[in-house]
């Protein structure tokens, strides 16, 4: 089973940005697709980004496009997201997740493609 650690959240004022990390514990993680989600209090959790197992294909939600960048590292098996322009909106807990099939053909969106999940990390925009 692998588990999945992220870092790199906090308090930023609005503008600022921010490189959040997740490092998987297995050397499996290079054939799964890896995302990023989000959830602000009240609120369900959230598409924000995916990455293809190849790297190849990225996803973003709309509400991100153009702001974050998600990207990988297989040989040291991490996977992060730049965030940049930050808004206040984007205040929340950020949970990396991996892809429950592996090797798949395109970009998981919705959360019920995912098995794994990090203990999240909390990111905070003040106006």
């Known amino acids: 089973q692998v588990q999945l650690v992220e870092s790199g959240g906090g308090l930023v004022q609005a503008g600022g940005s921010l490189r959040l990390s997740c490092a998987a514990s297995?050397?499996?993680?290079?054939?799964?697709?890896m995302g990023w989600f989000r959830q602000a209090p009240g609120k369900e959790r959230e598409f924000i980004a995916a990455?293809?197992?190849?790297?190849?294909?990225?996803y973003y939600a709309n509400s991100v496009k153009g702001r974050f960048t998600i990207s990988r590292d297989n040989a040291k098996n991490t996977v992060a997201l730049q965030m940049n322009s930050l808004k206040p909106e984007d205040t929340a807990v950020y949970y990396c997740?991996?892809?429950?099939?592996?090797?798949?053909?395109?970009?998981?969106?919705?959360?019920?493609?995912?098995?794994?999940w990090g203990q999240g990390t909390q990111v905070t925009v003040s106006s």
């Open positions: 997740s991996k892809d429950q099939i592996p090797w798949r053909v395109g970009v998981p969106r919705d959360r019920d493609e995912y098995d794994t």
């Open positions: 297995k050397q499996t993680f290079s054939n799964f697709a």
């Open positions: 990455i293809s197992w190849t790297a190849t294909n990225t």
